[in-house]
């Protein structure tokens, strides 16, 4: 099934904390995959990003970018967002609390970086789902 | 860590039966995510592909792609394999019934077409683990 819209039927596996898959294009025309946190926002993925990493780089230069969820129950059911992507500032690391909170960890003890973060949104163009 | 090579302490993630990320490039530019089956051979990375699917189109046009994998049981170790790629029949269907058989299935009775199938071959040309 495939529209631009994420189904209802399958929110679950945007709205669960899984982890999913973000792939963008490099410089060299080869597609690079990432593990990424991210949570829904309406019809809108949100993820937040350094914006040394090189997958910021990539979409950067190529604002597109697919995120894959497999719903670990059933490998036969799943989730594909082909999207445009957008970047914001996040004043207060906002989104990226969030996000920590979400997958079930402490944002003022996870390790991860606070400074240098940006918010990228997937705008869905393309969702095709399994299961 | 990064080479071309599949590291030993990574072996696992593509040796035991868990479900791989595969991304082609699409001719409108944007990445394509499927859930995949696959096995590894020595150096490279084999499935097997029904000659109808947008990937197999995908991947004629645009001979690259990249393998994701995540551990089901530490979602912070993970392995990218980006590779190109390069097709051969499967006389009889070998690597197809492998590859079943490799995730648990009965040849005999999978429901999957048999017929219209070809060999991909991932050949690694980087390789990126973490955890």
Do not use: C
Not at 54 to 65: G, L
Not at 88 to 107: K, S
Not at 112 to 122: E, F, I, M, S
């Amino acid at each position: 099934m495939t529209s631009a819209v994420i189904p209802e039927a399958h929110h679950d596996l945007v709205d669960m904390p899984h982890v999913g898959v973000l792939t963008t294009l490099g410089s060299d025309g080869r597609p690079q995959s990432t593990a990424v946190w991210f949570v829904r926002d309406g019809a809108e993925i949100r993820t937040s990003l350094l914006t040394t990493r090189q997958k910021y780089k990539n979409m950067a230069a190529h604002p597109k970018a697919t995120l894959f969820v497999l719903d670990p129950a059933n490998p036969f059911r799943t989730i594909e967002i082909r999207g445009d992507v957008s970047f914001e500032i996040d004043p207060g690391g906002a989104l990226f609390e969030r996000i920590v909170r979400h997958y079930g960890q402490d944002p003022d003890t996870f390790p991860a970086p606070k400074d240098g973060r940006v918010v990228l949104t997937l705008h869905p163009k393309r969702v095709v789902v399994n299961g």
